[in-house]
């Protein structure tokens, strides 16, 4: 991997993966989160307690708007790298970020997608 051009689609490709991959888990943590608030209110827990909780909810939930928004930059830059270098059509690195492209626009935002 001596040519720069792959090490830089390899580090794009990951950053595209990693993020599409946190904005994952930041919607796993809201709805397991919005559970645990439902079942301690369900058991009439203390209200500090439960307010921390909501707490934690609101801050899950407000990662997720910028996961969003970084994964568009990130896909945006990986997609233009790959239109730009062509030549690499052949190569691992290229392979894998085109599947990491595709991947990725499950978790992109809608109008980005249509």
Known sequence: ????????????TGV???????????EKEVVTQQNRIDKLKA???DDHVL?????????SMMMIPDCQ????????ELSEMIK????LKETDQYQAAVAA?????????QKITA
Request: a positive charge.
């Open 43 to 45: 058991s009439g827990s």
């Open 16 to 26: 595209v993966k990693r993020l599409s991959k946190e904005k994952v888990v930041y």
């Open 69 to 76: 928004r970084r994964l568009a930059k990130a896909h945006e």
């Open 51 to 59: 307010r921390k909780q909501e707490e934690v909810l609101q801050e």
């Open 101 to 109: 492209l595709e991947d990725a626009k499950v978790n992109l935002p």
């Open 1 to 12: 991997m001596s040519d720069p051009r792959l090490r830089q689609l390899t580090i794009k």
């Open 84 to 87: 730009n270098e062509e030549e």
